[in-house]
């Protein structure tokens, strides 16, 4: 009875360490994740000008209170207490001055925030570059690369979060987020054991991290989740589902209750459930869909592409003044179009809300019948500033997809979730805006007349579009499918989307499918070589074990430790020779029957440790594998049996390659053993042995 | 090049027959999900009364266009088209008699229906019993129950949810129709061979099922495709996810499509983002999740107590008779309530919906000063109205608690969602009822000061309560946690609730866990014995695979054919006398290295047909299990080489009994073979030896 109460404890405590080291990650995540945001607002509002009476606010807090707030034709907020450079210059009589000098200013900051971001990360944190997301995926499939979840890593990425998102860079913050919190995991795994000390077990928390990177992000707690299962994680055991989730609520929770003036229970870009959708709009939605998977397949091609120059010329060896040129480029281009000179979620969000009857902006000019709010919003004749915003994000739509092919690859921290839902919901808004003038103009086409004589809600609404092109791209781009679908309906917070988004969603993942067979990720990780055994690809396959051994094309030599009689030389010189990851032990060379799998790198200490404290004299000695040794022969003999692994995976020449490629995805296998009808040690096969015989197959 | 394009078009049409056969069961399980929920309201109905112009109509449609609408105080709707069985035969003139013939019409009505139900069941397929959903999990961990998923099953089941509804007995659907869309997912998988003759895809194919099953309950794919993930799914391949979602979607579209009446995109219990929540609210739900986890477990113990008593005593031998008897102590306990009297759904939405200021029903009796619909929504004095529901709901959950643990179990076609929720939300709303006084009796109380004196809404809105009640008392009898809150954010349409929803179904899972330490279905398993490896407890255990061979309790003989040298007597003898899955085949007698392993059905298939063409004669025949075999043997030998399994699963004695376990989750291994040192075959396991040793373990 007290037996098993201790027994209980213990298991509540071991249970409970795994729940504080969520915790853990996700406040110190939120609290990142909330400095960040403010961080970058401030800073990005920096370009334009400056609040006087308190410089450290920016400019919708500064004119949060002042009773004499305007917003001019693309909804900015103005007020007597923010000043423009220009204005603070006291260039505001010649308005070509005035914009001359809010131009430079804006071109100036822009540029020296993107500066101090390369510089940073290449001084201080190479690995702080890029969005993390591929390497993240392959170091959770079991891959290592050291350093690369480091505290300096963390500190770097997220100062350049900060500065590359204030450049007015095409980049986004998801992607940084996502590393950013798998090192805050890899950090806190560190204070217990359970999990520090064990890669699998540390993997399970690198995956609840993963979910709470996107969770803080957009604010998605289960977007984050499925993200993480979907796209992220190897192998994501069940039993930590619930943790993840627990760590991407925290985490979303912590940013809300830090961010002083956003609404606290809402999506970044929330719309409600304020749109109704019709049968009819399938077929634009369906149009979005094909769009968003032909410009996720131009994007990766070009910007593969690209990168492939940049690692093979000598681009690649000035990574600083490539972020210059780039930073240069989209500030010079951004600022003459109102659309892109704003950040890009302020652009999203606009896009996406619908236009009220009272509404003066330039998207929102329409010729209204009625002022009254309680009417019904129905389609209505667009006027020229309507077509003057269509024109304006059209060149927007051009040159950001250009500037966005470019930046992603640059040496400072850049994720691609927000830059592509730029794309894709001016895509969507305009495609929006053209379908409910056609509505207007045709009001008896036969699709029309059905369903939208009875709506009681607007028929077309322009806004929902830009919900919609925006998913499409992003499923373009990243291939991802319910994540995506969850992660958009949290945005929106409208969850009657659902079945429009699952459409286009799928239509742009078949599309893009076709023309290039990755996601991004997939291909970045193909890009860098890293050696990752894709997870959800099914592979057909009649082979056997006998064939992967026979395509291996570099013959390794197959070395076998006999169980007895080797010397401490001959070890030394095989493992000095062959610098494989380890080496089987069998019975005799005679017959080669398994004892075990015995690693490189513990026979390396071992050796030292002889050489160090006997010197190089015995190096006579025996080596011994065997479980029991007689008494007599103990003073010349070096017992090792301790070392070996006495259940190395081991498989028959006649398995098929399915069960194979099983063996190292589900179980992690990293080296199979191969025995013939004797049971006897043929040949071995290793995880990149697989990985090669897979690429092989595929093309 | 054309090669490369066939293959493509393979690849292609492989790929699609999949989404095909998904597709034709989302198709099909919305129809019937539809069906169902059109002829269980009309029965429901036919119980009360009758719609006199069009017998075919619910009491809602039938007044849908009355014009002499009228409603009672539980918000039920009445006009002079719907006639109470009372009315028409004029007994109206006395309350009491009028009364009494409504009462005796509701019982009659409902036993006949419950008695038909369970005939039904009894009779034409005893397997449509239950819930179903323990008996799914355990077919997806790889166990076979023949018949199961059977097209009578589909069919009973489907008409005794109508009839079980129907009768107001304490069941849900949910279970149900999770088990009716499998049976949809084996029919329609036996179209595609791909999936009709293999089993580990075809249980993709009902993992995708069981989502569907789920998402038409309830109108929430997201939550269904989660439920299979998280409940039901043994092991779920991420590459299914996508399709999984896609069945999920199409299905309750179907349902929506063909449901004239309902609201096209909201969920079953529509709140949407009415209710805003307060930190200080969390106390209250705390209490909920602790209520939810202490019903759980008290739900739980009860019911399987008294299911043990139905399997051990004469009980349940008179199936009919006990559902019968059910049924009857139902109906005349619940007519009386008139909140027991209503279907449970309806309850449920009555419960979670807030008191508009024009509400005149018992629940909203409240002293309001103002009836202006713009005005903020305060605190009101409750007046006898709102004590009375209170007395009525707290009746109502003591009867039903008692009733519910006595009817999950009884051999008609019930789930337990539905009567969980109702539960809970009873508790929730009368908590929430209380807690709303407190704030109005004590308004300067200072947890109440601080955030209720700043809110732009109601403070504390009893209707939320009923939603977090529900949660956290089905959270208590499922354990279920993601699937769960996306469920009931599903279910009432509305983000904004996820934190509390998740805070209360952790605390839930915790009490419930800590009190028993496994959910309803996981007990149900475990009550009839089924072999299911559970896959998320984790198991810790230092032991080996030679400790496991030791605790086996009945030491079976290892029997094992050697490759060469049988004869087909010998042969015979064996199978006749070990009724094994099957037999490793070794080398020979001396060298017992490991060659294959056969199954005991392909071995008696092969026995027959010798039999069957050479008589008896001549059982003298040698067996050869060898890969060649030379020509002047061919005449006198049975060669049984394309028999073996070449591959079968083996370890060492020195494997870790964790690695075994992974073995079995997730490569399915049903038979594990044990070598010695010298590759030499020393044992065997089966799934079931393991399954009784993690059990010894944990007891």
Request: hydrophobic content about 45%.
């Amino acid at each position: 009875r007290k037996d098993s109460l201790w027994k209980r404890f213990v298991a509540f405590h071991d249970a409970l360490s795994g729940w504080l080291c969520v915790l853990l990650i996700a406040i110190n995540i939120g609290i990142i994740a909330a400095m960040v945001d403010i961080g970058a607002v401030w800073l990005t509002n920096i370009k334009v000008g400056i609040c006087l009476p308190a410089f450290y606010l920016s400019q919708e807090h500064c004119c949060w209170t002042a009773s004499n707030q305007t917003y001019d034709q693309y909804q900015h907020v103005h007020c007597a207490n923010w000043h423009q450079w220009s204005s603070l210059f006291h260039v505001t009589s010649n308005t070509v001055a005035e914009y001359a000098v809010n131009y430079v200013a804006y071109v100036v900051f822009g540029c020296t925030f993107a500066t101090v971001c390369a510089i940073l990360v290449k001084t201080f944190a190479p690995y702080a570059c890029g969005s993390g997301v591929p390497e993240v995926k392959t170091i959770l499939s079991g891959f290592i690369i050291r350093g690369y979840f480091g505290a300096w890593t963390l500190l770097i990425k997220s100062i350049g979060m900060i500065l590359g998102t204030s450049a007015n860079l095409l980049l986004g913050k998801e992607g940084p987020f996502v590393h950013c919190s798998s090192c805050c995991g890899n950090i806190f795994a560190r204070l217990f054991p359970k999990y520090g000390q064990n890669e699998a077990k540390k993997r399970e928390i690198l995956s609840a991290a993963a979910a709470a990177g996107v969770s803080v992000a957009f604010g998605a707690p289960i977007g984050g989740v499925l993200f993480s299962l979907e796209e992220v994680s190897y192998y994501f055991p069940l039993k930590t589902l619930w943790r993840s989730f627990f760590c991407a609520m925290v985490a979303s929770l912590m940013v809300k209750l830090l961010s002083p003036f956003e609404n606290q229970h809402r999506g970044l870009f929330y719309v409600g459930n304020n749109y109704r959708w019709f049968y009819f709009e399938m077929i634009p939605f369906l149009l979005l869909g094909i769009l968003g998977g032909l410009f996720g397949a131009l994007f990766i091609k070009s910007n593969i592409a690209w990168c492939k120059i940049r690692k093979t010329t000598r681009l690649g060896r000035y990574p600083v003044i490539e972020v210059i040129l780039v930073a240069l480029v989209t500030l010079l281009i951004s600022y003459p179009n109102p659309y892109t000179r704003m950040p890009m979620s302020t652009l999203i969000r606009r896009l996406m809300t619908s236009c009220e009857l009272d509404d003066e902006s330039l998207l929102c000019d329409y010729q209204r019948n009625s002022t009254s709010a309680y009417e019904k919003n129905e389609a209505a004749k667009p006027l020229t500033g309507v077509w003057m915003s269509v024109g304006l994000l059209s060149s927007a739509l051009v040159t950001q997809t250009i500037l966005f092919i470019f930046t992603f690859g640059i040496k400072v921290p850049c994720g691609l979730f927000i830059p592509s839902m730029t794309l894709g919901a001016i895509t969507g808004r305009i495609i929006g805006i053209l379908f409910e003038a056609c509505v207007y103009y045709w009001p008896n086409f036969f699709l029309f007349t059905i369903e939208c004589s009875t709506a009681d809600e607007q028929c077309v609404a322009p806004g929902f579009y830009a919900v919609v092109g925006a998913c499409a791209f992003l499923g373009g781009v990243t291939r991802m499918t319910v994540s995506l679908v969850v992660i958009m309906v949290e945005l929106t917070g409208g969850l009657s989307y659902s079945v429009p988004l699952m459409c286009t969603a799928l239509v742009s993942k078949l599309v893009g499918d076709a023309l290039v067979g990755e996601g991004i990720y997939d291909a970045h990780i193909k890009l860098n070589n890293y050696p990752y055994l894709d997870v959800k690809a099914e592979f057909i396959d009649q082979a056997t074990a006998v064939n992967v051994l026979e395509s291996k094309q570099e013959k390794t030599e197959l070395i076998m430790l006999p169980r007895d009689g080797l010397t401490l030389n001959e070890l030394m010189t095989i493992v000095r020779t062959y610098k494989y990851n380890g080496y089987p032990v069998i019975a005799s060379q005679e017959e080669a029957s398994i004892i075990g799998f015995v690693l490189r790198r513990d026979l390396q200490l071992i050796i030292q440790q002889r050489i160090l404290t006997n010197g190089e004299s015995n190096t006579n000695l025996l080596i011994s594998f065997s479980r029991t040794i007689q008494q007599h022969q103990q003073s010349n003999l070096i017992h090792l049996y301790r070392l070996l692994n006495r259940s190395p995976t081991t498989i028959t020449l006649d398995t098929p390659t399915t069960t194979i490629i099983d063996l190292c995805r589900k179980l992690g296998a990293q080296t199979i053993l191969i025995t013939n009808d004797k049971g006897h040690l043929v040949g071995l096969l290793t995880k990149k042995d697989i990985i090669t015989y897979v690429k092989q197959k595929k093309n």
